[in-house]
């Protein structure tokens, strides 16, 4: 099982990143997805997850309006257009795959069987 995440830089406040995370050996179209992040010093945290469809996605406070979440079945592949970047975006950006597909646990970082190694994205203020 891998999770591949990368498309993380340096940006300028304000600009544009999408990150990809490429999944291998799990069965991608009955997995739901989730993207979190962590800052140095502080604990992990979600950001946005998306159902095994691609039909249903849901955002944290702090991204939504600003952050998209996708996910393309022929590629096994899951994206994270994010625009409006903030310095306060800095971190470790993860991506991670669960087989329970619940709403009130979908943000929990428990929920999650598998991690990739994660991608950085720095915002300079």
């Known amino acids: 099982v891998q999770l591949q995440a990368y498309g993380g830089g340096l940006v300028q406040d304000g600009g544009s990143l999408r990150l990809a995370c490429a999944v291998s050996?799990?069965?991608?179209?009955?997995?739901?997805m989730g993207w979190f992040r962590q800052a140095p010093g502080k604990e992990r945290e979600f950001v946005a997850a998306i159902k095994y469809d691609g039909g249903t996605t849901r955002y944290s406070d702090s991204v939504a309006g600003r952050f998209t979440m996708s996910r393309d079945r022929t590629k096994s592949t899951v994206y994270l257009q994010m625009n409006n970047l903030k310095p306060e975006d800095t971190a470790v950006y993860l991506c991670a795959a669960t087989a329970t597909c619940i709403s009130s646990t979908i943000s929990h970082t428990s929920a999650y069987g598998y991690w990739g190694q994660g991608t950085l994205v720095t915002v300079s203020s």
């Open positions: 050996g799990l069965a991608f179209s009955t997995r739901c």
